[in-house]
T-cell receptor
Framework: DAGVIQSPRHEVTEMGQEVTLRCKPI?????LFWYRQTMMRGLELLIY????????DSGMPEDRFSAKMPNASFSTLKIQPSEPRDSAVYFC????????????FGQGTRLTVV | GENVEQHPSTLSVQEGDSAVIKCTYS??????FPWYKQELGKRPQLIID?????GEKKDQRIAVTLNKTAKHFSLHITETQPEDSAVYFC???????????FGQGTELSVKP
């Protein structure tokens, strides 16, 4: 398995534009997490899915953020409209949830909103 | 709600010394506690984990201890080396699809 795959690796966009980040979890994993990493806030959990169902989205900062997981092999995080304060590294991670197991991270998407 | 507090935020040690990072968690249902290492510009990667039925676990130079009564756990690195320099994150979760919450991170610097 190639691991958790995120795209794009880097995204530069203008304020007000829509941004879509993509994640392909490891095959067989049934929990998926989206995190935002900034210097000030560390690894902040935005939302997590279990068996493709959103379980907790209390970390999503505001209505401009939305996430979907239409099937077990794909998830998206969308920001519309984007703002400069959304600039951060966004990580996706997946795990097999039985018994508490290692969560594997993707390489992250570095988002810059200008 | 779930919360994980981590201290210190920065730690500087001399090569060969030991380093200790401490975390506390709020959710008594938490029963899985991983530690991740993140090198500059890279993704976090698991270095060691511990489950609630164990009080201590060791892997070469790193060890983790867990006190469920006090709801705190610690990472111990002995004989530190410059390549141990990184940001370390503790986390807590619980089984059956629970969310994974991270501490704020500790930036460890090992000086030669």
């Amino acid at each position: 398995d190639a691991g958790v795959i995120q795209s794009p690796r880097h995204e530069v966009t203008e304020m007000g534009q829509e941004v879509t980040l993509r994640c392909k979890p490891i095959s067989g994993h049934n929990s998926l997490f989206w995190y935002r990493q900034t210097m000030m806030r560390g690894l902040e959990l935005l939302i997590y899915f279990n068996n493709n169902v959103p379980i907790d989205d209390s970390g999503m900062p505001e209505d401009r953020f939305s996430a979907k997981m239409p099937n077990a092999s794909f998830s998206t995080l969308k920001i519309q409209p984007s703002e400069p304060r959304d600039s951060a590294v966004y990580f996706c991670a997946s795990t097999f949830d039985r018994g508490g197991t290692e969560a594997f991270f993707g390489q992250g998407t570095r988002l810059t909103v200008v | 709600g779930e919360n994980v507090e981590q201290h210190p935020s920065t730690l500087s040690v001399q090569e060969g010394d030991s380093a200790v990072i401490k975390c506390t968690y709020s959710d008594s249902a938490s029963n899985y506690f991983p530690w991740y290492k993140q090198e500059l510009g890279k993704r976090p990667q698991l270095i060691i984990d511990i489950r609630s039925n164990v009080g201590e676990k060791k892997d070469q130079r790193i060890a983790v201890t867990l006190n469920k009564t006090a709801k705190h756990f610690s990472l111990h690195i002995t004989e530190t080396q410059p390549e141990d320099s990184a940001v370390y994150f503790c986390a807590a979760t619980y089984n059956q699809g629970g969310k994974l919450i991270f501490g704020q991170g500790t930036e460890l610097s090992v000086k030669p």
